[in-house]
């Protein structure tokens, strides 16, 4: 490699050396923690010094190295001399010092650096925060009293288990509070709120995230006259039916209308633009309405789907089911992105030209599948979104669909090399197509997978099927396989090949698909399914998946004819659980 461009990320590139460092810009974009805005700060002296040390490392027997910083002028030019090449280094200060002491300690018992106090104490002391914070005896007292009631504020919560031999062990509540780093006090709230609630409500949901402490560090403004006037409080009364406030809630919210302390107010002020913010009103409108500017609304709402996705890692574990999770899981991220989740599976493609309202376009016009989009005339978009943004979001989606894939089969691939197995069967199932396509269906339906009379057939009518598995009472299943590229089997198409099975008079028909089959396929197959059909969408990679599986010894042969005969419609993964 003779050249890397690169970001102020350099200065964190230990085993990145260079022979010369240019840097051409000093500036960087950095996020304000308070407004959430980004905007151009200066890099620091130790950045500086950081990106500079690349080249001429010792280490690396280097003789010689050189740094190079770009100034436009003799004024900027001696600036940078005077700052960056003769400036002093900022102070170093120590973080554990600031982040309350139960929580490092529930960093080290999850992160396994200690399972003791002593130990605790030893690495705590071992620090940086040790050395200029905890040096005298008196201050070490203090903080090994603070480190050891802190492990049992740990274990009263439930966060850490003591064995019987002593030793700390982080409970799968305690992982998730420190991965997701959050503060105890969240955690309680979160808690609380999660053993007491049923079922799932978005207004409930939001108004529980908003007392989590780590939102009363972000600006998020609330003037005197909002608060006297308690105009939220009157909105929220008018239309308790249109948010679906749940009653309890709204009794401890409207009939304390007027004699809500101001951060009550300001938490309602949060859940009303939070709610503005998924049904998709724009910005305009929230700033106008709320008197809030959109940089501190896009803020605190990825706060709150930080909180959230807390929420949904909790839940689980705490006695709720998927549906509860999923459901948390989709507020968390039409939060994050400020949109319905009826277009959720566009804004996750994360095109960096499509902003929130084209987003909202794009759903107002009806575009709010992947399919879809891919389905229109370029010309159709016209008035919605820009052309050239129709044909980058286009060629996102269909990448997308290449990288889900190829992310299958790599996965599927190690699998099977781990068991020492073959995988050109597996490659052949993603890349082959046409009569390829077929005669690999026809060698993968061998052997362990399949012991059954599996035939291709080589002379067909249009839409026949292309093989047919014999069964042992003589019934017939019957298997037509499509491939497209870089766009999931529409409806139609999966209909022909249905349809074309019917002089084998089979008792079941599958039509295996790759990449995938189109959302409208997915939904009448469903409803089809309902008249009693037997017939099922076999996406590629869920047929890989069964081979795997049984090479793995979690499926059999039998368990394979069984889904093949038994499930019906659109196939997924859970169709492959016992």
Same mark, same amino acid.
């Given at each position: 490699?003779?050249?890397?461009?690169?970001?102020?990320? *350099?200065?964190?590139?230990?085993?990145?050396?260079?022979?010369?460092?240019?840097?051409?810009?000093?500036?960087?974009?950095?996020?304000?923690?308070?407004?959430?805005?980004?905007?151009?700060?200066?890099?620091?002296?130790?950045?500086?010094?950081?990106?500079?040390?690349?080249?001429?490392?010792?280490?690396?027997?280097?003789?010689?190295?050189?740094?190079?910083?770009?100034?436009?002028?003799?004024?900027?030019?001696?600036?940078?001399?005077?700052? @960056?090449?003769?400036?002093?280094?900022?102070?170093?200060?120590?973080?554990?010092?600031?982040?309350?002491?139960?929580?490092?300690?529930?960093?080290?018992?999850?992160?396994?650096?200690?399972?003791?106090?002593?130990?605790?104490?030893?690495?705590?002391?071992?620090?940086?925060?040790?050395?200029?914070?905890?040096?005298?005896?008196?201050?070490?007292?203090?903080?090994?009293?603070?480190? %050891?009631?802190?492990?049992?504020?740990?274990?009263?919560?439930?966060?850490?288990?003591?064995?019987?031999?002593?030793?700390?062990?982080?409970?799968?509540?305690?992982?998730?509070?420190?991965?997701?780093?959050?503060?105890?006090?969240?955690?309680?709230?979160?808690?609380?709120?999660?053993?007491?609630?049923?079922?799932?409500?978005?207004?409930?949901?939001?108004?529980?995230?908003?007392?989590?402490?780590?939102?009363?560090?972000?600006?998020?403004?609330?003037?005197?006259?909002?608060?006297?006037?308690?105009?939220?409080?009157?909105?929220?009364?008018?239309?308790?039916?249109?948010?679906?406030?749940?009653?309890?809630?709204?009794?401890?919210?409207?009939?304390?209308?007027?004699?809500?302390?101001?951060?009550?107010?300001?938490?309602?002020?949060?859940? *009303?633009?939070?709610?503005?913010?998924?049904?998709?009103?724009?910005?305009?409108?929230?700033?106008?309405?709320?008197?809030?500017?959109?940089?501190?609304?896009?803020?605190?709402?990825?706060?709150?789907?930080?909180?959230?996705?807390?929420?949904?890692?909790?839940?689980?574990?705490?006695?709720?089911?998927?549906? @509860?999770?999923?459901?948390?899981?989709?507020?968390?991220?039409?939060?994050?992105?400020?949109?319905?989740?009826?277009?959720?599976?566009?804004?996750?493609?994360?095109?960096?030209? *499509?902003?929130?309202?084209?987003?909202?376009?794009?759903?107002?016009?009806?575009?709010?599948?992947?399919?879809?989009?891919?389905?229109?005339?370029?010309?159709?978009?016209?008035?919605?979104?820009?052309?050239?943004?129709?044909?980058?979001?286009?060629?996102?989606?269909?990448?997308?669909?290449?990288?889900?894939?190829?992310?299958?089969?790599?996965?599927?691939?190690?699998?099977?090399?781990?068991?020492?197995?073959?995988?050109?069967?597996?490659?052949?199932?993603?890349?082959?197509?046409?009569?390829?396509?077929?005669?690999?269906?026809?060698?993968?339906?061998?052997?362990?997978?399949?012991?059954?009379?599996?035939?291709?057939?080589?002379?067909? %009518?249009?839409?026949?099927?292309?093989?047919?598995?014999?069964?042992?009472?003589?019934?017939?299943?019957?298997?037509?396989?499509?491939?497209?590229?870089?766009?999931?089997?529409?409806?139609?198409?999966?209909?022909?090949?249905?349809?074309?099975?019917?002089?084998?008079?089979?008792?079941?028909?599958?039509?295996?698909?790759?990449?995938?089959?189109?959302?409208?396929?997915?939904?009448?197959?469903?409803?089809?399914?309902?008249?009693?059909?037997?017939?099922? *969408?076999?996406?590629?990679?869920?047929?890989?998946?069964?081979?795997?599986?049984?090479?793995?010894?979690?499926?059999?042969?039998?368990?394979?004819?069984?889904?093949?005969?038994?499930?019906?419609?659109?196939?997924?993964?859970?169709?492959?659980?016992?």
């Amino acid at each position: 490699i003779k050249v890397i461009c690169s970001t102020s990320t *350099l200065a964190m590139g230990v085993n990145l050396p260079a022979k010369s460092v240019i840097i051409a810009h000093v500036d960087k974009w950095d996020r304000d923690e308070r407004t959430g805005e980004f905007s151009l700060v200066p890099i620091t002296v130790a950045e500086y010094r950081n990106m500079s040390g690349r080249s001429g490392r010792y280490r690396f027997a280097d003789q010689f190295g050189r740094s190079i910083i770009l100034a436009k002028d003799q004024f900027t030019f001696d600036k940078y001399r005077v700052g @960056y090449v003769g400036g002093t280094v900022d102070s170093i200060h120590s973080t554990l010092g600031k982040q309350p002491i139960v929580r490092q300690v529930l960093d080290i018992i999850v992160s396994k650096l200690g399972q003791n106090d002593k130990e605790i104490i030893d690495f705590m002391m071992g620090t940086f925060a040790g050395f200029r914070m905890w040096s005298t005896q008196d201050a070490k007292d203090a903080i090994s009293s603070m480190i %050891r009631e802190s492990i049992q504020k740990c274990i009263d919560l439930d966060l850490v288990m003591c064995t019987e031999n002593g030793a700390l062990i982080a409970s799968e509540l305690g992982k998730v509070c420190a991965s997701k780093k959050i503060s105890l006090d969240t955690f309680v709230v979160l808690r609380d709120w999660l053993q007491s609630d049923l079922s799932f409500n978005t207004f409930d949901a939001i108004y529980h995230a908003s007392h989590a402490s780590e939102l009363s560090r972000i600006s998020f403004t609330m003037s005197t006259p909002e608060f006297r006037n308690d105009v939220y409080t009157q909105f929220l009364s008018k239309n308790l039916e249109e948010l679906n406030v749940p009653a309890e809630l709204a009794g401890k919210l409207v009939t304390n209308q007027g004699r809500l302390g101001y951060e009550e107010t300001k938490r309602l002020k949060i859940i *009303l633009v939070a709610e503005a913010m998924i049904e998709g009103i724009v910005y305009r409108e929230i700033e106008k309405s709320y008197h809030v500017r959109a940089g501190m609304v896009n803020n605190m709402c990825e706060h709150l789907a930080w909180i959230l996705d807390t929420a949904e890692a909790l839940a689980p574990l705490l006695g709720h089911d998927s549906s @509860y999770v999923e459901s948390l899981h989709i507020l968390s991220e039409e939060l994050r992105y400020g949109i319905p989740c009826e277009i959720l599976s566009i804004a996750r493609l994360r095109v960096p030209i *499509l902003n929130r309202s084209q987003l909202m376009q794009l759903l107002k016009n009806g575009y709010d599948t992947q399919d879809k989009i891919l389905d229109a005339d370029l010309a159709k978009f016209q008035g919605v979104i820009s052309r050239k943004m129709a044909i980058t979001l286009r060629e996102r989606i269909q990448q997308s669909i290449v990288d889900s894939l190829d992310r299958c089969k790599r996965e599927q691939q190690i699998r099977l090399q781990q068991l020492g197995v073959d995988t050109a069967i597996i490659t052949a199932l993603y890349e082959q197509t046409g009569v390829a396509l077929e005669v690999t269906l026809s060698d993968l339906f061998s052997p362990p997978f399949c012991s059954l009379p599996f035939e291709r057939i080589t002379k067909q %009518r249009e839409g026949e099927p292309d093989n047919l598995l014999h069964l042992p009472d003589g019934n017939l299943i019957a298997f037509s396989v499509t491939a497209r590229e870089n766009q999931n089997i529409s409806m139609k198409k999966a209909g022909e090949l249905i349809a074309g099975a019917a002089r084998f008079k089979p008792i079941a028909r599958v039509v295996v698909g790759r990449p995938d089959f189109h959302e409208l396929a997915i939904r009448n197959a469903h409803e089809i399914v309902g008249d009693g059909t037997n017939f099922k *969408l076999l996406p590629i990679y869920l047929l890989a998946e069964m081979y795997v599986r049984l090479r793995e010894g979690t499926l059999n042969a039998d368990d394979i004819i069984r889904i093949l005969k038994e499930k019906t419609g659109y196939l997924d993964f859970d169709a492959l659980d016992k």
